[in-house]
Antibody, heavy 120, light 112 residues
């Protein structure tokens, strides 16, 4: 089955850290950018960040810049989103999505989402 | 940042009837390479979003031909020629011209 699978979500206190993972199953990240998009409860979609397949470039939304960091595993089959200094407003379902148009936002595969709750 | 504005917010539809959603961007989405980076996504209830239309008018793989996209510059439209029950959900337009990539606020399509 072709899919993206996120993991690592959970409950964390404000100021805490969490690391999300996005793994590809029967799907390649070659020639792709991989993005994170989040959705706060009952709200719309917000783009968070992307990384190139080589890992040579990353972009972040201003709302997470300096707090979130993207990285690949050595095999480039799993992507990690390290989230530090978490705030209540970071509470959301986080989706990873593949973009074969290299940064132009054509997300052809999405994961099922990982819920991150920031609360004391 | 490019602001994406959708209308209407809510769209009650009758099965078999047509439906239309508008999307406007705060600046032109035409790239110097000739592509216009406007895409449409559908989030069905309880599901992840899925790609419907990319580059204004190209249907994604598996998308029925009752869905069509049109527009240019800053004004775009998604049309459903004959709505079916499975089309309910929230439709989002999104610009891919520049980061931050931005989505419209969404249009909730529901059956009357």
């Amino acid at each position: 089955q072709v899919q993206l699978v996120e993991s690592g979500g959970g409950l964390v206190e404000p100021g805490g850290s969490l690391r999300l993972s996005c793994a590809a199953s029967n799907l390649s990240f070659r020639d792709s950018y991989v993005n994170w998009i989040r959705q706060a409860p009952g709200k719309g979609l917000e783009w968070v960040s992307y990384i190139t397949d080589s890992g040579s470039a990353m972009k972040y939304a201003d709302s997470v810049k300096g707090r979130f960091t993207l990285s690949w595993d050595n095999a480039k089959t799993s992507l990690f989103l390290q989230m530090n200094s978490l705030r209540a407003e970071d509470t959301a379902v986080y989706y990873c999505a593949r973009d074969r148009r290299r940064g132009y936002g054509v997300f052809d595969y999405w994961g099922q989402g990982a819920l991150v709750t920031v609360s004391s | 940042d490019i602001v994406m504005t959708q209308s209407p917010l809510s769209l009650p539809v009758t099965p078999g009837e047509p439906a239309s959603i508008s999307c406007r961007s705060s600046q032109s989405l035409l790239h110097s390479n000739g592509n216009t980076y406007l895409h449409w996504y559908l989030q069905k209830p309880g599901q992840s979003p899925q790609l419907l239309i990319y580059l204004v008018s190209n249907r994604a793989s598996g998308v029925p031909d009752r869905f069509s996209g049109s527009g240019s510059g800053t004004d775009f439209t998604l049309k459903i020629s004959r709505v079916e029950a499975e089309d309910v959900g929230v439709y989002y337009c999104m610009q891919g011209l520049q980061t931050p990539l931005t989505f419209g606020g969404g249009t909730k399509v529901e059956m009357k």
